[in-house]
């Protein structure tokens, strides 16, 4: 639909959308950079004191910010097609300003899913697998025993 055929109100509702989706790409951004800056942290205390809680830590910490970047890249996926459906919208079936998005979780996969997407796994996987070996070769394969 061509921006000319939108009103002033439409447009700026949409502007508002596209604010909560750059919002939530920005905060996924942000969890990847605090993973990588924790884990690097945690790694060097374990070699520095050769201790298994800071690996152990990691992996706790690890888990927690690939919870936190599947929700944040939910989130957006569920206000960009809040915003395509604004955006196609010919009737007013969708109050202005209006970010309610209720009707459009069901359309996105679950948390738990997008955590074992490829691009997910593939960036928190590393990490956690980096920090499971670092912990059994800090701690010793007995740990699990």
């Known amino acids: 639909m061509a921006t000319k055929y939108l009103s002033a109100a439409r447009i700026k509702h949409l502007e508002l959308i596209q604010t909560v989706i750059s919002r939530m790409a920005h905060n996924s951004f942000l969890i990847k950079g605090w993973s990588i800056s924790i884990s690097t942290a945690l790694f060097a205390l374990a070699a520095k004191d050769g201790s298994a809680r800071f690996p152990l830590i990691a992996v706790i910490t690890i888990i927690a910010l690939w919870y936190l970047d599947a929700f ?32 459009f979780t069901a359309d996105v996969k679950s948390v738990l899913k997008i955590m074992v997407a490829e691009c997910n796994l593939v960036f928190h996987g590393v990490i956690f697998i980096l920090s499971l070996i670092i912990f059994i070769f800090l701690y010793g394969p007995s740990c699990f025993l």
């Open 72 to 103: 944040y890249l939910r989130q957006e996926k569920i206000f960009r097609n809040f915003y395509n459906k604004v955006l196609s919208s010919k009737d007013n079936s969708i109050e202005l300003f209006s970010l309610d998005v209720r009707d």
